[in-house]
């Protein structure tokens, strides 16, 4: 696919449903939201390679039609909802319906032409759906255990430890089959092992990279931190300098790397000393950690780049 695309197509999508706007064309409608009428649109779309479809991440009610374009051997872009929603501020569109939302995607993708999502495996799809599944489960234990915590009912305690008990047997069963999908994939397993090499990367966090950061190892070291959501950007007006943040990205592979940051900052030969020298100069906990995360995908980034183990590779300097 060269990027020369003869139409731009926009879609807005939800739980049930999903609006499209074919441009230049102006043609429009909605479907279901399921693979009927995923099947529908694919019908009434330009021949694949001809046009560059943009869907917005929505939490996950895009990822079945995403796969559904892919398989029929469409140009898609997964973008974040607020790229598109400030283009339509810039456009000067305030109002906001399904319809109105399609269209001002399909202009977001001719202006923009944003970077095609890559199309996963049959392993890493089934990977990535286990992973986001285990982590819903560790939220919901999470919060049992504080419910668990905090109630004295006898009745009511017995009945958060039944279910406390059933979301342990579910999450390590998941743990077991995710172990299985990556270790009947050669590529994915030796760069688990490479992973699980860094002091603070857990097994867990391994899987997680594995399943969503296929990228690791082939973009430089901003481009990763960007893709993650750790790259602070700048917030300067003549001579003003503002407080650098960070926006965007993958949050629920952050939430997962904020954890192995936790652990990396305390025993990390290279990042100890580096959360160290920040928490010297005052740095408020959360940039130390975020700042942390960033150091730790560059180090899993060189690994990854190198095929080497921690042992074997020579991290960035802290």
Known sequence: MNGFYQAFVGVDISKESADFYLHPA???GSIQNQPEGHAQLIARLPAPGSCLIVLESTGGYETDLLYALQDAGHAVALVNPRRTRAFAVAQNQWAKTDRIDAKIIALFAEST??????KPSENQRKLRGLVVRRRQLVEMQTAELNRHAMTTEAAARRSLQKHLTYLKKEILSLEQMIEKLVQ???EKRESAQRMVSVPGVGKTTAMALVSQLPELGKLNPKEIAALVGVAPFNNDSGKKQGKRTTKGGRAELRATLY???LTAARINPKIKPFADRLKAKGKPVKVVLVACIRKLLTILNSIEKNKANWCDCIAPAA
């Not at 032409?113 to 890559?118: G, L």
């Open 259 to 261: 954890m192995a940051a």
């Open 26 to 28: 102006g043609s429009q």
């Open 184 to 186: 009947e994939d050669p």
């Open 113 to 118: 032409k944003p970077e095609i999502s890559p």
